[in-house]
């Protein structure tokens, strides 16, 4: 079992910048790739980011341009943390984010791929 928390959601300004962090714990060693997802009210749950545990390739959603240079994640294998910088926010980036891991499988953009969550962590861009 992996257990993941994530922190460092709050209501930030547009243009803003906040920095989430997925702590996780239990058998880690087994971790393959780590994910970011967002959900927004009323939407279904879509993929961010992803980062390899090992190598620490990093993948990025190509479904909207805006998120292309904003978002960054990255990881520290020491702590067991995976973060994602998120700057220069705008109001439809507003969403429940969660923290996922995958034991493996090459698909780290779909949310069947990965076998543990966190509980989310709200973060709001008001205008």
């Known amino acids: 079992q992996v257990q993941l928390v994530e922190s460092g959601g709050g209501l930030v300004q547009a243009g803003g910048s906040l920095r989430l962090s997925c702590a996780a714990s239990?058998?880690?060693?087994?971790?393959?790739?780590m994910g970011w997802f967002r959900q927004a009210p009323g939407k279904e749950r879509q993929f961010v980011a992803a980062?390899?545990?090992?190598?620490?390739?990093?993948?990025?959603?190509d479904y909207a341009e805006s998120l292309k240079g904003r978002f960054a994640i990255s990881g520290d294998n020491a702590k067991n943390t995976v973060y994602l910088n998120m700057n220069s926010q705008k109001p439809e980036d507003t969403a429940v984010y969660y923290c996922a891991a995958s034991n493996g499988g090459p698909y780290y953009y779909t949310i069947s791929n990965y076998d543990y969550w966190g509980q989310g962590t709200q973060v709001t861009v008001s205008s």
């Open positions: 980062i390899r545990s090992s190598g620490g390739s990093t993948y990025y959603a």
């Open positions: 239990g058998r880690t060693f087994s971790m393959y790739t």
